[in-house]
């Protein structure tokens, strides 16, 4: 007898070698298995007559195996099997490559369905490596909506709808977390009846039906957890901070520029939260170049007065040394340490330190602002007192990440600690307020809405032809003459395709160098690179010992180098418009005017239209809605957010799902705040947070 919980392993069809294959996809038990969604489906659905086929397209057909042939083909590489089929229209001939088996489950006069692509040889129409089954089954391969799954690890999504059919016939309970009264008021299908129809849908309609209650459980629970912490957040004790005007007055005025009216406000909003003896919870949102460092920097400055500490955290090593750096310069006319701790990085007063005397000193409370990554969360790092956590760009941390570092601001949601640190989290991504929601419960939210004075706005251009890209190039050269440098982006591959794209950079900077600008010099920076060597060219950047940046799509976050007035990015119709948005945002970080460029890799096409928006507008708020409106809520986040799930991911502009799976958990958690009648809930619970834990 099978449950949700029964380990693979004891499913006989179901090899050693195979289940290896499966753990590595996080595939161990029933459940997993059941929750392995497929991203797509073919339709297979309808079943046409042979005579009707045409080339290149895709086909379910029905008949009799009239022969088959199979043997080696004449170069003796590969195993060809070839079998003729016919039904009352007329015959097709089928093959496949190396796939011994078929020739031995293939026999002459055997009914079957084959599902799959036609296309056209020499001797007439063919169809290549059909999917197929006997017709006297049920319908499972081919002759429906054919779920396929993303192919991992070499299991096919054969493989995973022959176990799943098993699988359905052999479980009798699934139990559904999700109360019966809330699936019948939203009109969603028992977990049951969804998960059959995610995968094994008659048509579309159940499958949609399907996702649609999986959106809810992952919504549902997302706000369930949200509600919890913020209960959690509302009894729970933070120290008071109180700010000392004069000492701020007098740090403010060390500052190298005076304060937007956006950053006064905004400061005195987080400085009154902190002198509350509760924690605070802030959204600090302003677009690139808004001056959210100094915003954070005077809170620093407030904590460091009391003698408290301030973990400041980003999400990349090369972000964390840049805030080190300003932040150190900024603290320079201050008793206040600044030190940074990274994978790679352990510095304390200026210098490289050992891990035990870095720790050492961080517990005795010597260092007071700690710059650093996620490292700042190993288990072993303790503050003497952290009174504040500032996190840059949080969404740019995994899913993980963020749990653990809420987890470093709350406690776990269990205990309870004494006294727990404000929390303030910064993006330049203008998230609508309903994302928020989504993505970090309940906030309160301080908007930097003004760039500081000194700014011009940047002079964005499409070029999608070779004259245009040479007027583009003398006027770098023009540019630079005048003491300016320029930034020149290559397109983000995915993660998998990394070693090309650092070819991409490599070949493209050669290119630069040696052919269009021989008498400049220029510096190269990709993700491959080792933490130090980026340091080190980005340094090298800054004092301007390269005219030119070429880089691959690390440069995207925060970097800061206020002397590049150009930033020219290649294919650029392959980035979201947020993610060029923010890419732009790294030049007029200052006097200059400054220039975009977009040139994309192919000269016309519906994407190159989406460039139009940023030509437009240098609002972020509006490039975020056209965003969303072009390419939904993925591309708005620039990659894919680890572990969301794919089917919140979708959803997350769904205010209404958004809304109603908030009321729902406002509902059952004031009905039973403990979820003590929801057993099957907790655990549910309890599982999706350990699937964030465990990315
Ligand atoms: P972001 O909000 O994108 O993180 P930063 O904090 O990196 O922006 O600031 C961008 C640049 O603007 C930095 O060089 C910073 O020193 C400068 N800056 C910040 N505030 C002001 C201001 N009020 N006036 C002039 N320059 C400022
Ligand atoms: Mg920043």
């Known amino acids: 007898m099978l449950t949700f919980d029964t380990p693979l392993s004891q499913i006989a069809s179901i090899k050693a070698q195979t289940l290896g294959k499966l753990e590595r996809l996080g595939i161990f038990t029933v459940r997993d298995m059941l929750y392995h969604f497929p991203h797509r489906y073919e339709d297979y659905s309808a079943i046409r007559p042979i005579a009707s086929l045409v080339p290149d397209e895709k086909y379910t057909i029905e008949g009799t195996v009239a022969n088959i042939n199979a043997g080696r083909t004449w170069k003796k590489k590969m195993f060809l099997t070839e079998a003729t089929i016919e039904d009352k229209s007329g015959r097709i001939r089928l093959i496949w490559f190396n796939q011994r088996f078929v020739a031995q489950t293939l026999k002459s006069g055997m009914v079957i369905r084959a599902s799959g692509k036609v296309t056209r040889d020499r001797a007439g129409l063919v169809m290549q490596s059909p999917a197929f089954e006997r017709s006297e089954r049920d319908a499972t391969h081919t002759g429906r909506l054919v779920p396929i799954y993303p192919e991992t690890a070499g299991l096919t999504s054969k493989f995973f709808r022959w176990q799943l059919t098993g699988i359905f016939q052999k479980l009798s309970e699934f139990p559904d977390p999700v109360p019966e009264d809330i699936l019948e008021r939203l009109h969603l299908p028992s977990l049951k009846h969804a998960l059959f129809y995610i995968h094994f849908?008659?048509?579309?309609?159940?499958?949609?039906?399907?996702?649609?209650?999986?959106?809810?459980?992952?919504?549902?629970?997302?706000?369930?957890?949200?509600?919890?912490?913020?209960?959690?957040?509302?009894?729970?004790?933070?120290?008071?901070?109180?700010?000392?005007?004069?000492?701020?007055?007098?740090?403010?005025?060390?500052?190298?520029?005076?304060?937007?009216?956006?950053?006064?406000?905004?400061?005195?909003?987080?400085?009154?939260?902190?002198?509350?003896?509760?924690?605070?919870?802030?959204?600090?949102?302003?677009?690139?170049?808004?001056?959210?460092?100094?915003?954070?920097?005077?809170?620093?400055?407030?904590?460091?007065?009391?003698?408290?500490?301030?973990?400041?955290?980003?999400?990349?090593?090369?972000?964390?040394?840049?805030?080190?750096?300003?932040?150190?310069?900024?603290?320079?006319?201050?008793?206040?340490?600044?030190?940074?701790?990274?994978?790679?990085?352990?510095?304390?007063?200026?210098?490289?330190?050992?891990?035990?005397?870095?720790?050492?000193?961080?517990?005795?409370?010597?260092?007071?602002?700690?710059?650093?990554?996620?490292?700042?969360?190993?288990?072993?790092?303790?503050?003497?007192?952290?009174?504040?956590?500032?996190?840059?760009?949080?969404?740019?941390?995994?899913?993980?990440?963020?749990?653990?570092?809420?987890?470093?601001?709350?406690?776990?949601?269990?205990?309870?600690?004494?006294?727990?640190?404000?929390?303030?989290?910064?993006?330049?991504?203008?998230?609508?307020?309903?994302?928020?929601?989504?993505?970090?419960?309940?906030?309160?939210?301080?908007?930097?809405?003004?760039?500081?004075?000194?700014?011009?706005?940047?002079?964005?251009?499409?070029?999608?032809?070779?004259?245009?890209?040479?007027?583009?190039?003398?006027?770098?050269?023009?540019?630079?003459?005048?003491?300016?440098?320029?930034?020149?982006?290559?397109?983000?591959?995915?993660?998998?395709?990394?070693?090309?794209?650092?070819?991409?950079?490599?070949?493209?900077?050669?290119?630069?160098?040696?052919?269009?600008?021989?008498?400049?010099?220029?510096?190269?920076?990709?993700?491959?690179?080792?933490?130090?060597?980026?340091?080190?060219?980005?340094?090298?950047?800054?004092?301007?010992?390269?005219?030119?940046?070429?880089?691959?799509?690390?440069?995207?976050?925060?970097?800061?180098?206020?002397?590049?007035?150009?930033?020219?990015?290649?294919?650029?119709?392959?980035?979201?418009?947020?993610?060029?948005?923010?890419?732009?945002?790294?030049?007029?970080?200052?006097e200059h005017q400054s220039y975009c460029f977009l040139i994309p890799g192919k000269p016309s096409g519906e994407n190159n239209e989406r460039l139009k928006v940023l030509a437009k507008t240098n609002s972020g708020f509006a490039i975020a809605e056209a965003d969303l409106s072009f390419r939904g809520p993925g591309a708005f986040f620039g990659t894919r957010q680890s572990g969301m799930p794919d089917i919140a991911m979708e959803n997350l502009t769904n205010l209404k799902l958004i809304t109603i799976a908030h009321q729902e958990a406002e509902l059952i958690l004031s009905e039973d705040p403990g979820l003590k009648r929801h057993p099957l809930l907790i655990s549910a619970l309890q599982k999706f947070e350990e699937q964030i834990h465990l990315e």
């Open 201 to 590: 849908p008659k048509n579309e309609k159940p499958s949609l039906l399907a996702r649609k209650r999986f959106a809810f459980d992952e919504m549902f629970f997302v706000q369930l957890k949200a509600l919890q912490m913020k209960a959690l957040f509302e009894t729970a004790k933070a120290e008071s901070i109180p700010t000392d005007e004069a000492a701020l007055g007098h740090f403010i005025g060390t500052l190298p520029f005076a304060l937007t009216a956006a950053q006064r406000k905004a400061s005195t909003e987080i400085l009154k939260d902190m002198g509350k003896a509760r924690p605070m919870n802030r959204l600090l949102n302003g677009d690139v170049g808004s001056g959210k460092t100094i915003v954070a920097a005077l809170a620093a400055f407030a904590c460091a007065e009391r003698g408290l500490q301030t973990a400041l955290l980003a999400p990349t090593e090369v972000l964390a040394r840049q805030h080190f750096e300003n932040l150190s310069q900024v603290f320079a006319h201050t008793e206040h340490h600044v030190a940074l701790l990274t994978g790679s990085y352990r510095i304390l007063d200026g210098k490289t330190v050992t891990r035990p005397t870095f720790l050492k000193a961080l517990s005795a409370g010597i260092p007071k602002i700690i710059v650093g990554t996620h490292a700042l969360l190993q288990a072993d790092v303790a503050f003497d007192h952290l009174a504040l956590i500032v996190v840059d760009e949080q969404h740019r941390f995994g899913v993980a990440q963020r749990a653990k570092l809420q987890e470093a601001s709350f406690g776990s949601l269990d205990a309870t600690p004494a006294s727990v640190p404000h929390f303030l989290t910064m993006t330049a991504t203008p998230i609508p307020r309903t994302l928020t929601l989504a993505f970090f419960g309940n906030l309160d939210l301080s908007l930097l809405d003004e760039l500081p004075k000194n700014r011009k706005p940047i002079i964005t251009e499409i070029a999608a032809t070779d004259p245009e890209r040479e007027k583009i190039y003398s006027f770098v050269r023009s540019e630079v003459a005048r003491g300016r440098q320029a930034f020149v982006i290559f397109p983000l591959v995915e993660e998998s395709l990394a070693l090309k794209e650092v070819k991409a950079a490599v070949a493209e900077h050669k290119h630069l160098a040696e052919t269009v600008f021989p008498h400049l010099s220029i510096g190269l920076l990709h993700g491959r690179m080792k933490a130090k060597e980026k340091e080190e060219v980005m340094r090298d950047f800054k004092e301007k010992k390269y005219d030119i940046l070429v880089a691959t799509a690390v440069v995207e976050v925060g970097i800061d180098v206020p002397n590049a007035s150009i930033i020219l990015i290649e294919e650029a119709e392959r980035f979201g418009l947020a993610q060029l948005h923010q890419f732009r945002g790294r030049v007029g970080r200052a």
